[in-house]
């Protein structure tokens, strides 16, 4: 046996150590056998620390129900929603290197139960099944569509319960508006709480994949006119939704894709 193998034989915690450093650089930051996969993290313990703002917001126990985490990364969502006793936890993202460390995370943390699969958002309905809870956490944001894909999630995978965050720049404010407005009305585009995305044509924190950035007001807004429900907003990011009717459902099919047969009627 090699010096490094009988090493790793002494101590396991090395061979651990090994296999986190080959998936590196990790984004969520949990702690293996007590070792931490991002001890460097920018936000240092994330996403634990943003889970425990919202974590009384969804169900303790989860026996019974389905879950759909979009965009899972690591995996710390989908394995949270294991530990609570979940039928069926599907996790999915369109990086490798991420499922490979949510693997690995699973495993350790003996969450084998859970199926991770390479899937874009954009193919949720590929998947065939409906889920009770979707988790739709920090993904928006890096899309170049994102509209589309809150209709896919609406028109393919939505069962019940959503959990949705984003970042969000601009006002934090809120204004009623009317259902409609004068061509000649220009000023309402300029008040601060009037739903808003920002475009970021190059990067945005080092990061080219941030595309839009929504306000408050944007956020809210989109999740409503895909068909969400805002039932709480336990932290300034994140919102528990109900998946209800589409509100444009009588005079226009949403722009889903793959495209439907316009004759064919929109799910309630
Ligand atoms: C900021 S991380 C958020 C991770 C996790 N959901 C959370 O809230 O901590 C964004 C994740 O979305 C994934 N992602 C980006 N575009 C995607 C797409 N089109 N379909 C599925 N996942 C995507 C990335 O690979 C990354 O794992």
Redesign the pocket.
């Known amino acids: 046996m090699t010096e490094l193998g009988s090493a790793v034989k002494a101590n396991p915690s090395l061979a651990l150590q090994a296999e986190i450093d080959a998936l590196a650089p990790w ?2 930051n949990m702690e293996l056998n007590g070792i931490w996969t991002a001890p460097d993290h920018f936000l240092y313990d ?2 634990g620390r ?1 889970f425990r703002k919202f974590a009384h917001t969804i169900p303790a126990d989860l026996s019974g129900r389905t879950v759909l ?5 690591a995996g ?2 989908a394995i949270e929603m294991q530990r609570r006793g979940a039928a069926q936890v599907v996790g ?4 490798e290197r ?1 499922l490979s460390q949510a693997r690995l995370a699973a495993r350790v943390q003996g969450m084998d139960r859970i199926e991770f699969r390479n ?4 193919d949720v309905g590929a998947l065939g099944q409906r889920f009770d809870i979707v ?1 739709f ?3 928006m944001y ?2 170049r569509h994102p509209l589309l ?1 809150l209709d896919l999630i609406r028109e393919h995978v939505a069962d019940d319960m959503l959990v949705f ?1 984003s970042m969000q720049r601009g006002s934090p404010d809120l204004m009623a508006l009317e259902g409609d407005y004068s061509f000649e009305e220009t000023g309402i585009f300029d008040q601060p709480g009037f739903p808003r995305m920002s475009f970021v044509e190059r990067e945005y924190a080092h990061d080219w ?1 941030n595309w839009w950035v929504p306000n408050r007001a944007c956020t809210e807004a989109m999740l409503r006119s895909a068909g969400f429900r805002i039932d709480q907003h336990p932290e300034t990011e994140v919102y528990i939704c109900r998946a209800v009717e589409t509100p444009y459902a009588e005079t226009a099919l949403p722009a889903v894709y793959p495209a439907r047969n316009p004759k064919q009627k929109t799910k309630p």
């Open positions: 984004f969520h994330y996403p943003k985490d979009i965009g899972c990364n710390f969502y999915i993202d369109s990086d991420y899937m874009s958002v954009y988790i956490m920090g993904v890096h899309l894909a965050q994949t």
